[in-house]
Structure formats: structure tokens, C-alpha cells
């Protein structure tokens, strides 16, 4: 079956840090690709996303670029703020059947 | 306008006691689900339905009877609380298999304790 593995952390970072977080995936079909961000008390939000090899999604100083050939789909951020802490999931969609996937999730604290 | 809403917010009741979360989406997408969230964060996929049919059933328990009285509609009864259903129960929406934007999303979540 369709899963994916992420890095778990937690990770802290200082301020103006680089980020990266790691994702790879197992999927039989060719699924789209995701990261969601979850702040504290709240539902996941839609970060970025990749619907086919190649494709970099980006969205608020994040990217992340579909990588068929080592099926990975890290997360970069080339200088985090405090107000990226949160929690961060990688996810996949099976198109076949709107089966979505979730990693474990990692949780980024910033300190200022 | 709230894109998917779920009720209650918070939910805390006895063991052995059944209750029920509601979520609605004003999306017009196809397929809903529902994911339990726990303490260590990890979000576990329960049920996907499309269309009101019933596509994804993981390995639950079956005192969880999901009903989806119309697409728009995808409720959770629980029979029988235990301590270990203790948790944030998320529903969500997504468009409908087959096209390229495929994302969920997410209602704000359901806190249950059973105490």
C-alpha cells in the first residue's frame, strides 16, 4: 500500500536557520504529493504541492520538488522565523481513489 | 463561510457512553474522511468515503460506524467510549479522484477525552 516516512523530530532551529525535512514515499500508482503545516490548537493548512515529477511547490519561503527517481519530496525553507514553529506533515494522494497519506509528522520549534 | 466544520470542538464523556461528531463541507467535493490524531501528533486515516460510499475502511474498530447521509455530510457515531478513543478526530474533503488537485482539507478538530 501507498505510505510515507518522514523525519520526525522534534527539530529546533535558531532564527534565519536553514530548514530541511525529510520525505520519501511508497506509492504503486503516481500520486500527488503534499506538505500540510499545523499550528498549535488548529487543523492542518495546506502548505505546497507537486503533481508530477519534477514540480516545485512553494509557498510562504517553503519548497519542495517531487523527485521521482529517489521518491522524495523534502521540505526546504532557506531562513525560518518564530512563527514557523509548528507541526509539519508530508503527505501523498492516490488519484485512483483519493486515498491521502500521512507521514508522522515533524514538529519545528524557532527561537528567536 | 467555513469550508469544513465539524461539531463539537471539544467532547469529553464517560467510558461506555456513545456519541457522535458531525462534519459538513460547503465545498462541493466528492470524497470526505475522517483521521484520528494522537497524543504524539501521528494522524491515522479511519474512513474515506466517496459519494456517499463507503471507499476506505482502516483497520477500526467497529464500535466507529461512519454515515454519510449525502455528500456534503460525513458523521462519526462511536459505541462504547474507551480511554484509548481519547483523541482529535479530523474530518476533511477533497475534489473527486481521478484530477490533479487532489489536496484535503481539514475541519478544526474534534478533542475528545474519555474519562
Known amino acids: 500500500g501507498n505510505s510515507v516516512t518522514q523525519m520526525e523530530g522534534p527539530v529546533t532551529l535558531s532564527e534565519e536557520a536553514f530548514l530541511t525535512i525529510n520525505c520519501t514515499y511508497t506509492a504503486t500508482g503516481y500520486p500527488s504529493l503534499f506538505w500540510y503545516v499545523q499550528y498549535p490548537g488548529e487543523g492542518l493548512q495546506l502548505l505546497l504541492k507537486?503533481?508530477?515529477?519534477?514540480d516545485k511547490g512553494s509557498n510562504k519561503g517553503f519548497e519542495a520538488t517531487y523527485r521521482k527517481e529517489t521518491t522524495s519530496f523534502h521540505l526546504e525553507k532557506g531562513s525560518v522565523q518564530v512563527s514557523d514553529s509548528a507541526v509539519y506533515f508530508c503527505a501523498l494522494s492516490d488519484r485512483e481513489n483519493n486515498d491521502m497519506r500521512f507521514g508522522a509528522g515533524t514538529r519545528l520549534t524557532v527561537k528567536p | 463561510d467555513t469550508a469544513v466544520s465539524q461539531t463539537p470542538k471539544y467532547l469529553v464523556t464517560q467510558m461506555g457512553n456513545d456519541k457522535s461528531i458531525k462534519c459538513e463541507q460547503n465545498l462541493g467535493h466528492d470524497t470526505m474522511y475522517w483521521y484520528k490524531q494522537d497524543s504524539k501528533k501521528f494522524l491515522k486515516i479511519m474512513f474515506s468515503y466517496n459519494n456517499k460510499e463507503l471507499i476506505i475502511n482502516e483497520t477500526v474498530p467497529n464500535r466507529f460506524s461512519p454515515k454519510s447521509p449525502d455528500k456534503a455530510h460525513l458523521n462519526l457515531h462511536i459505541n462504547s467510549l474507551e480511554l484509548g478513543d481519547s483523541a482529535v478526530y479530523f474530518c476533511a474533503s477533497s475534489r473527486r479522484p481521478g484530477g490533479r488537485s487532489t489536496e484535503a482539507f481539514f475541519g478544526q478538530g474534534t478533542r475528545l477525552t474519555v474519562v
Open positions: 507537486a503533481t508530477k515529477a519534477d
